[in-house]
């Protein structure tokens, strides 16, 4: 029988300064995945921070080669793991420290709804779906803008609502969408209009009006129902 060559099974054909490599690539690439994440917003790690993201896929990678692969060694591995412990255990450190730094990982909670309209700022700057962002009003039994005080982006990427009592609805941009799609840019008959782009209600007369909000010129018929309705 054979002695285990330990070197082999360790290090494979490399020299123990290739470790030293193995840190810097894992830094590299550990700053890549958290950049990458961060940039695709808060909606794309609903379930999990982004450091526990990161974690994972760098851990999982790590953890799989040397498992399925005779020419990867056990050593530059265990270095990845080591490494981004450590770089897990720097960030977290230096967000208990900095708040700056805090809010670029984590963000901020971010009001998107005021009052039944829209914080146009601050919706164009989360850089949300339209459509997508109804449909998360309408699972929390939402019909139209006027039943929200306040609607706010979460950290998490969750939507928490703050809503008016029945006896304080307003008139307000419905959202369901056999109503939404009924908008239109000629007001045919007075009434009670929203601006399908902020919100804003106004009472309008026949013929073409302009947001004084937004500027825009697309309107559909505001409704007041209330959500136990």
């Not at 070197?7 to 550990?30: P, Y």
Request: hydrophobic share 45%; charged share 25%; with cysteine.
């Amino acid at each position: 029988m054979e002695a285990l060559d330990w070197h082999q099974i360790f290090l494979d054909d490399k020299s123990f300064g290739f470790l030293f490599e193995v840190a810097f690539r894992t830094i590299v690439m550990f700053t890549v995945l958290l950049l990458t994440l961060k940039l695709t917003g808060k909606r794309g790690v609903r379930e999990l921070s982004v450091f526990e993201t990161v974690i994972i896929i760098a851990l999982g990678s790590a953890a799989g080669d040397p498992m399925f692969y005779d020419d990867v060694a056990i050593l530059p591995a265990l270095t990845v793991f080591l490494v981004v412990i450590l770089c897990y255990r720097f960030l977290t450190w230096l967000t208990g420290k900095s708040k700056r730094f805090e809010e670029f990982m984590e963000g901020k909670t971010e009001c998107l709804i005021k009052e039944g309209k829209f914080v146009i700022e601050t919706f164009n700057k989360e850089s949300l779906a339209q459509d997508e962002f109804f449909s998360e009003l309408r699972l929390q039994s939402v019909s139209h803008l006027g039943q929200i005080e306040y609607g706010y982006l979460e950290t998490t990427g969750d939507m928490s609502i703050i809503f008016y009592d029945d006896n304080s609805v307003k008139y307000g941009l419905p959202i369901l969408p056999h109503l939404f799609l009924n908008k239109t840019k000629t007001i045919s008959q007075s009434g009670i209009y929203a601006c399908t782009h902020c919100g804003a209600v106004d009472e309008l007369s026949p013929g073409i009006a302009t947001c004084k909000i937004c500027k825009k010129q697309e309107w559909v018929e505001a409704i007041k129902t209330k959500r136990n309705a």
